[in-house]
Structure formats: structure tokens, C-alpha cells
């Protein structure tokens, strides 16, 4: 098992800026990639940003130019800095990780991120 808690979440104005962290319970080289979702409320789930183990990173695209996903591997931590926010950008985000040590695909409870016009 790995848990995952997040933090760093909160109330921001339209055009700040917010950094959430993603601590793991355990070594995260052994998890393929590392990611961040959200979720409004009345919509689905939806990628936002992932990190292999080996630094290749994927952006949605109402993200790119914005938002920036890093991992620590020695701290076990995955970070998602995010910058121009914008009301749109309000939702639970959650970490995920998928990995083969052990073998799961795992998520962390989210933190809830709401952008003020």
C-alpha cells in the first residue's frame, strides 16, 4: 500500500497562486508516474498534470503555461505550483500514483482549491 496526503490547498484570488504537495508513505521510484486530478463539482474527473519516474511531464491543456508538476524522489513528494489561477481552476484536487511496488494504482483524499474572481 501507499498512502498519499495532500496539502497546500485553499482560498486564492483570480491571478494568484497556490503550490500542493503530494507526500508518500513510501519510496515513489517504484511508481511509473506520478499525477495530479480535479474535480468540480458536477463534473467528471480529469487529468491535470503527471510526472514519470523519470521526470517526462503531461499537461492538460487548460493547464500548459500555468501549472508546473515536479517530484522529490528522495523526499517522496510530488508538487504541483500553480500560477494565474482563474475561477475555472476551482476543485478537489487529488494525487494519484501508479506503481509496481507495490502493484496499484493509489489516491490521496484531495484538497480542495477554490479561485475568487
Known amino acids: 500500500q501507499v498512502q498519499l496526503v495532500e496539502s497546500g490547498g485553499g482560498l486564492v484570488q483570480a491571478g494568484g497562486s497556490l503550490r500542493l504537495s503530494c507526500a508518500a508513505s513510501r519510496s515513489i521510484l517504484s511508481c511509473n508516474a506520478m499525477g495530479w486530478y480535479r474535480q468540480a463539482p458536477g463534473k467528471q474527473r480529469e487529468l491535470v498534470a503527471a510526472?514519470?519516474?523519470?521526470?517526462?511531464?503531461n499537461y492538460a491543456d487548460f493547464v500548459k503555461g500555468r501549472f508546473t508538476i515536479s517530484r522529490d524522489n528522495a523526499k517522496n513528494t510530488v508538487f504541483l505550483q500553480m500560477n494565474s489561477l482563474k475561477p475555472e481552476d476551482t476543485a478537489v484536487y487529488s494525487c494519484n500514483a501508479k506503481c509496481w511496488l507495490p502493484k496499484g494504482d493509489y489516491w490521496g483524499q484531495g484538497t480542495q482549491v477554490t479561485v475568487s474572481s
Open positions: 510526472v514519470t519516474v523519470g521526470g517526462s511531464t
